[in-house]
């Protein structure tokens, strides 16, 4: 499986801007990035997703570099609420039956 | 509108207890239906996967099975639970009939085998 990494913690303030960055050098040209997060106690909320071209939702946007070896997950004005464990993950296409791989994710913290 | 409903959300069974977990999805048809576990800290790790009535498949060995006797209905049993079997069990389900699709995931159950 295509394989992501993501800094294991980060912090933010209230209403500040939140960069969140995964690495994912192995990507192919048809995987697709997912960000999910989890609350604690929670099942995992779908965030975004994207394939090439940036996006934008009322959640958050996603930034995808050129080459696709790299994304940024972007809280636009962090909340006490949007501290979570978030979950960059590569949805490979092909005959992997929809499987998403996940692995330890950043756990933001936010500072009201 | 689709929904995801998982129960119990909590429960405490002993060692060598039989266990079933049910879960149930609303709003769709035939969807990729995926049971993972999140045994401490974080990480989910996917234990079955299901892409139809009766077809399962299995990512790690262990003391679990899975079945899908209906078209949204996914269910994860052991016969003898063992202490290593607690964990945080979440059922998902995804519709790839479309190129490309987000995960659903249920609220999870909470299982501490005593």
């Known amino acids: 499986d295509a394989k992501t990494t993501q800094p294991n913690s980060m912090e933010s303030n209230e209403e500040e801007p939140v960069h969140l960055p995964c690495n994912h050098s192995?990507?192919?040209?048809?995987?697709?990035i997912h960000w999910y997060r989890q609350l604690p106690s929670q099942g995992p909320e779908y965030v975004i997703h994207?394939?090439?071209s940036n996006v934008n939702n009322r959640m958050a946007s996603l930034a995808i570099a050129e080459d696709r070896k790299s994304s940024t997950l972007i809280l636009h004005r962090a909340t006490l609420r949007d501290a979570a464990v978030y979950y960059c993950?590569?949805?490979?296409?092909?005959?992997?039956?929809?499987?998403?791989?996940f692995g330890q994710g950043t756990i933001l913290t936010v500072h009201p | 509108s689709q929904t995801i409903h998982q129960w119990p959300a909590t429960l405490v069974q002993p060692v060598g207890s039989p266990l079933s977990l049910e879960c149930t999805v609303e709003?769709?048809?035939?969807?990729?239906l995926y049971w993972y576990r999140q045994a401490a800290g974080r990480g989910l790790q996917l234990l079955f996967y299901?892409?139809?009535?009766?077809?399962i498949s299995s990512e790690v060995p262990q003391n679990l099975s899975a079945s899908r006797p209906q078209d949204r209905q996914f269910i994860l049993s052991s016969k003898k639970l063992l202490l290593s079997d607690s964990g945080f069990y979440l059922c998902?389900?995804?519709?790839?009939?479309?190129?490309?699709?987000?995960?659903?995931f249920g609220q999870g159950t909470r299982l501490t085998v005593v």
């Open positions: 994207g394939l090439t």
């Open positions: 192995t990507i192919s040209g048809t995987d697709y």
């Open positions: 993950i590569l949805a490979v296409g092909g005959t992997s039956y929809g499987k998403l791989t």
């Open positions: 998902a389900w995804r519709e790839v009939s479309r190129s490309n699709t987000e995960a659903f």
């Open positions: 709003g769709t048809s035939n969807p990729n």
């Open positions: 299901s892409v139809g009535i009766g077809q």
